[in-house]
DNA sequence: ATCTCTGCAAATGTTTTGCATCAGC
DNA sequence: GCTGATGCAAAACATTTGCAGAGAT
């Protein structure tokens, strides 16, 4: 039912470009350069879209906005610095969490979310980009 | 530095009547019972004071609005079903996920949200309260 | 009396929607 | 040509802020 448009395929390429989960300015700022009149609503409508489709899944990070990332990225978490205020990715999932949930629960997914201090900011008591 | 107002007091007994998570609205809601003029901008500028005097603790949900909790319940987690949109606590906590990060970050804390469908959902095919 | 806090309303920022037009199929 | 998709602007929300007056100490 739905249609190729260029719109689409100017965000659909904004993923395949990067890994790390985007907002809607950020897709909206990348896919401007490949088409300049884009607005928007029209990143919005295709984000949501995406979703549903299953091209894209939504990342809840604590902060305000939604982002997205591609969908077929492997399983993985982040790991938030609280000093630098940047994500990173961590690959290795402790799993198996089906003994948490209580007797009848059907866990289907998951989210993990570590902080602390990267690094660079744990070693050093000065380096600071906030 | 800080009085102790009326609508402050209020706002602090909201959380102290409940163990659930709450949005600014819930608590300008149920404050308000107590309190009929209060406003939200109060709400917000109170909840935004009281984390950082360390009374409430900011939960991160996978949906829009920011919420918050009392910072003396036990570290737990929560399990959201995603056909009666509920959110239910798990005590339970897998711990030790320091062997994920890697070498040279300093991990401080964790916040884990698993997901699917609660013992009511995943028995019955057609209760659906959403 | 001082100085913070409050309520209101306006400002800001984000996301959604109505509508006329455009473009895929 | 039909029908969904787009861009714009307005609307709908959520959150923050300026300000004058009220209240806590």
Sequence with gaps: MSKNTRQREA??????????????????????????GLGIATVYRNLKLLEEEGSLKAVHLPGDVQLYERADQMHHHFFHCRRCNRYFDIQACPGDFDRLVPQGYKLEAHELMLSGLCDTCASSQSAKKD
């Design 11 to 36: 965000i659909r390429e904004v993923f395949e470009r990067t890994t790390r989960p985007l907002g809607p300015k950020d897709v909206l700022a990348a896919a401007q350069r490949a088409l300049p």
